[in-house]
């Protein structure tokens, strides 16, 4: 039982917490869930007060209720989800993590899961869908109405991670001819139009997307003003099969806030708004981190068998490079064993080389995904990250020659290990920028694979750049 729970009155319920007086307020982040909140949400489905946990869910977003439901542990997560009932709300389910959310609509009544999903623009249902199974996958889109049924249907016959995928069916969208007054008449008309969007869309006869007015525009220009006068010159069009990585660089890259989605005729198919946009470069930031440590794309609410699976190969694949660093290190058996001082300072090269590799490949890898890392400037980048290998190595040689020659007494040890830190560092920094380069180039993720490769550089030259010089100078 945690603090919070334990200062429950259980005859007066949750409003009642008697802490010590000594106890100052404990400090929180801004936007975490309160604890005394979230014991008072637990104690009502303890009890099962629903009236209760209705009062006390009401005031949290939506993104706020996810967080909660992915921090309780499933059989609290059941309860609450169950007790809370048709008060659920579609947004709840478009926030809530991949890996529970499946559990969370299987909970769901049909009626509850209808009216959730009811709510959500065509882009938070295909979310929704895309990766649940079948039968799931039927139960939300039997809760659509027919032309949004289709809408989502559509969407879904678009590959994973491109465009038409992201996009939303619901555009606002006019001749391209209409004057302001037109516009806005139309928009009051229409019963069916989106709750948030930023641009109406002007398009030519054919439905093609010529350019947009932002609402702002619109609305402080006169009625007679024709729409083509107003238009915004940041106008682009996205091709629907593009990879939603690019989109999310180019809302980035060109301060764009909603685009039209166009198929390969040119044609308006749909649009995209600038918080889809950023979810995914979230999404892609959050992906490159964690391939770069090797973990896949887990989550914490993922089970151990999962979580196994993920890291297991990159720990078999890392275990592989360690027995190749090892291969190098039996070349010297002999020098080792007449110089055992050199066992204790192979591990400082093999850190420093491996860590200095690290850096060079963390600001590579995110640079190629954001294009700031192109042909035009590797070349640059490889001289300046050699440059700044040679410096620490100059730097980190002086430290640990000295260090070699006061520890063991020996000034053939110190300049060994100082030569061996600079050659090391200058390859650690070549091989942090130019592999992940190569491996962009092969159409492969930097991010997955350029660590297990850095490593092994780092530590393959720093143990036979050490050991090396070690056999030809003190034997």
Do not use: C
Request: proline share 5%; net charge negative.
């Amino acid at each position: 039982m945690t603090e919070i729970e334990q200062k429950i009155d259980p005859e007066t319920g949750p409003e009642h917490f008697s802490p010590e007086p000594q106890d100052p307020p404990e400090e929180q982040d801004g936007y975490t869930l309160d604890r005394r909140n979230v014991a008072a949400i637990l104690f009502a489905v303890d009890t099962g007060d629903r009236e209760k946990l209705v009062e006390l869910m009401e005031p949290l977003h939506a993104a706020d209720i996810a967080d909660l439901l992915e921090q309780v542990n499933a059989y609290d997560r059941r309860r609450l989800v169950l007790l809370y009932d048709r008060e659920f709300d579609g947004e709840i389910l478009s926030e809530l993590d991949d890996s529970i959310r499946e559990e969370v609509i299987q909970l769901l009544t049909p009626d509850v899961l209808k009216e959730a999903v009811r709510e959500l623009d065509s882009d938070d249902v295909v979310d929704l869908v895309e990766y649940l199974e079948e039968e799931q996958q039927e139960a939300v889109l039997d809760a659509l109405e027919d032309s949004d049924r289709h809408a989502v249907e559509q969407a879904l016959s678009y590959p994973e991670e491109s465009a038409g995928r992201l996009m939303q069916r619901e555009v606002v969208a006019v001749p391209e001819f209409w004057t302001v007054g037109q516009a806005i008449d139309m928009m009051r008309e229409r019963e069916d139009l989106p709750e948030q969007f930023y641009h109406v869309i002007l398009v030519d006869p054919k439905m093609r997307p010529v350019a947009h007015v932002t609402l702002g525009k619109l609305m402080a220009s006169p009625r007679r003003t024709e729409l083509s006068e107003i238009t915004e010159p940041s106008f682009r069009t996205i091709p629907a099969m593009q990879d939603e990585g690019e989109v999310a660089y180019a809302f980035n890259q060109y301060h764009m806030i909603s685009a039209p989605v166009v198929d390969e005729d040119e044609r308006l198919v749909g649009v995209i708004t600038i918080d889809d946009a950023m979810i995914v470069m979230d999404e892609e930031h959050e992906e490159d981190i964690l391939r770069l440590a090797g973990v896949g794309e887990g989550s914490l609410n993922d089970r151990v068998t999962e979580t196994v699976k993920q890291r297991l190969p990159w720990l078999a694949v890392n275990l592989g490079t360690a027995v190749i660093a090892s291969l190098v290190i039996s070349l010297f058996e002999e020098t080792i064993a007449q110089f055992v001082a050199l066992a204790v300072l192979m591990p400082i090269v093999a850190s420093m080389g491996g860590n200095a590799g690290t850096q060079a490949l963390t600001v590579a890898v995110r640079a190629i995904a954001t294009k700031d890392l192109t042909g035009s400037n590797v070349w640059r980048v490889l001289r300046r990250e050699t440059l700044v290998g040679l410096v620490n190595g100059l730097a980190f040689a002086v430290v640990m020659g000295i260090v070699g020659l006061i520890w063991f007494g020996s000034p053939a040890l110190g300049g060994v290990i100082a030569a061996a830190m600079v050659i090391n560092l200058v390859v650690a920094g070549l091989a942090g920028i130019a592999v992940p380069v190569v491996l962009d180039r092969l159409k492969i993720d930097p991010a997955l694979a350029s660590g297990t490769f850095v490593t092994t550089v780092t530590d393959v030259v720093g143990f036979f750049a050490f050991l090396g010089l070690a056999g030809t100078v003190l034997l």
